[in-house]
């Protein structure tokens, strides 16, 4: 079967909006007040969305994370905006490798 250009044209047009539609979340700039953090940490935690699939090891896990880059960022000399295009990759990379496993008899 030979492809002709058209075909070929929406081929690269499909695959390009699959790569569209998995957007993987990144570091936006901005600024926060240190209430505000609290206040929007203390949401995340008492939601109680997560608590589903949110076992406390994982919870561990999230406290440790966050306490380090907590750390890191408050050391002197530390300017973790001029490193997002790394943390953006990081955030990337765990974004790729830890992907929710599908529901069973749920067809992808």
Not at 42 to 67: L, N, P
Not at 76 to 87: E, F, I, K, N, S
């Amino acid at each position: 079967m030979k492809i002709n250009k058209e075909i070929l044209k929406d081929i690269i047009r499909e695959s390009i909006e699959e790569v569209e539609d998995e957007k993987v979340p990144g570091i936006k700039s901005g600024t926060m007040s240190t209430s505000k953090r609290q206040r929007s940490a203390r949401d995340r935690i008492k939601s109680g969305q997560q608590d589903k699939e949110f076992s406390s090891q994982e919870k561990s896990i999230v406290d440790q994370f966050e306490a380090f880059v907590s750390e890191l960022a408050g050391k002197p000399g530390v300017d973790l905006m001029a490193h997002r295009p790394l943390l953006n990759r990081i955030i990337a990379l765990l974004h790729k490798t830890i992907k929710p496993k599908p529901a069973q008899g749920v067809q992808e």
